[in-house]
């Protein structure tokens, strides 16, 4: 089993990017305090100057590096954040990076590297996943005879995410019982334990990660890292195929649970947030709140906290997020509609099929042929996810219904 990072490595670490990475605030929401009966505290990294934690990670392993190591050059692979990060320290040290993108990369996120980075940069999109772009990293890395600056596998990086457990820490006026922490790689959760079971062994950690990528609970649950055949990308900063070995071995034994949380859920924490709270997060910076319904009944009277770990939201994706959002709340459904072909169909379809707080949202109807029926896709909003039973039985009851297509993946794909 790994040995925890030493607190002194972690301290060493904080030293090292105090002039980079800003001591973020411990912030009480009333808004989660008032919901689930305890005192929720976020932790906001979303406010660093990359609006996210990995910044630290990866000043702190550029900093490490040799002179000559310096003056070659680096290469990392990342979904967003990470090369944030990198970039932003190749600027601050004048140092020549590459950093590899997955293709699908909200744009926002690959603007913010150029930004950040400037001319010490240079982005290349390869493939559709962080795992693919992670493969042509390594490849640019041997051909160049550069340093690969790994965002959560590498001691270093894991130092230097653990300098926000020694923020907690110090920030919190009383033991903190619950501290909800994103997983991805696994690089944060494993500073941060490093950090709690030392000094605070009484703090239950809680791992999160998307249901659609569940790498560290997959590995958990087998003993070993494992590499997932297929993830769901929608919650890019978190989803990779397999943890890394270090984090795991270090992982395994100190986190109090691993738990997923479905994207669907993960998209209406981020509504909530923006709307009651003014807060712009990212998928993956939303998983530790959109989990604590799953503890309701542990954190009465506790005091919780969350880590948002970024807010790097592309704007384009909100309509995705109201989608995904609806449709976990089970408000929002797709049908095959058999419509007879002859005038006033649809209109007796709005009239007896549909409730009176049912909305159509998606509607696509070509008549290609001569028979008595013709189907269309017909999306429906509803106003309760009860009405769905209804809404079903007036299609049945009046011919109209074809197929229900939330239940079928390989239909519904190509409408989500």
Request: aromatic letters at 8%; hydrophobic letters at 40%; glycine letters at 8%.
């Amino acid at each position: 089993m790994k040995q925890l990072i030493p607190i002194k490595a972690i301290e060493k670490a904080a030293s090292n990017i105090r002039d980079v990475a800003f001591e973020t605030p411990l912030m009480f929401n009333l808004n989660q305090s008032q919901k689930w009966g305890a005192n929720v505290y976020f932790k906001r990294e979303d406010l660093q100057q990359v609006r996210s934690y990995k910044i630290r990670g990866a000043y702190n392993k550029i900093s490490a590096l040799t002179a000559a190591e310096l003056n070659r050059g680096v290469v990392c692979a990342s979904a967003g954040n990470h090369g944030q990060g990198v970039a932003l320290s190749c600027s601050r040290k004048k140092v020549h990076g590459v950093i590899f993108m997955p293709v699908p990369t909200p744009k926002q996120k690959v603007e913010q590297v150029k930004m950040f980075g400037g001319s010490f940069v240079e982005v290349i999109l390869s493939g559709d996943t962080f795992d693919d772009a992670y493969e042509a990293a390594l490849e640019h890395c041997e051909s160049e005879g550069l340093t690969f600056i790994h965002p959560f596998d590498d001691e270093k990086v894991i130092e230097g995410q653990g300098t926000i457990g020694l923020e907690l820490l110090k920030q919190s006026k009383s033991t903190i019982d619950y501290l909800f922490v994103p997983v991805g790689g696994g690089g944060l959760a494993a500073g941060i334990v490093s950090v709690f079971s030392k000094l605070s062994p009484e703090t239950k950690i809680v791992g999160v990660e998307p249901a659609g990528a569940p790498s560290m609970s997959s590995a958990v649950s087998a003993g070993k890292t494992v590499r997932l055949e297929q993830i769901d990308k929608f919650i890019d900063g978190a989803s990779v195929q397999q943890v890394g070995e270090t984090n795991f071995q270090i992982c395994r034994n100190t986190l109090h649970n691993m738990v997923t949380v479905e994207e669907g859920k993960v998209c209406q924490t981020i509504l909530d947030l923006y709307n009651r709270d003014a807060m712009v997060v990212e998928p993956a910076g939303a998983m530790s709140v959109a989990v604590l319904e799953k503890y309701k009944a542990e954190l009465v009277g506790k005091t919780v906290v969350c880590l948002i770990s970024g807010s790097n939201n592309d704007v384009t994706r909100t309509e995705e997020i109201k989608e995904r959002a609806l449709l976990h709340a089970g408000l929002k459904h797709y049908f095959i509609v058999r419509f007879p072909q002859r005038a006033g169909a649809l209109n007796s379809f709005i009239r007896n099929v549909l409730g009176e707080r049912d909305n159509i949202t998606h509607f696509e109807y070509s008549k290609k042929h001569n028979r008595n029926s013709g189907p269309a896709v017909v999306g429906v909003e509803l106003e309760e996810a009860s009405d769905l039973t209804g809404l079903k039985k007036r299609m049945k009851e009046y011919n109209f219904f074809g197929e229900y297509l939330n239940d079928k993946p390989d239909l519904f794909e190509f409408l989500v």
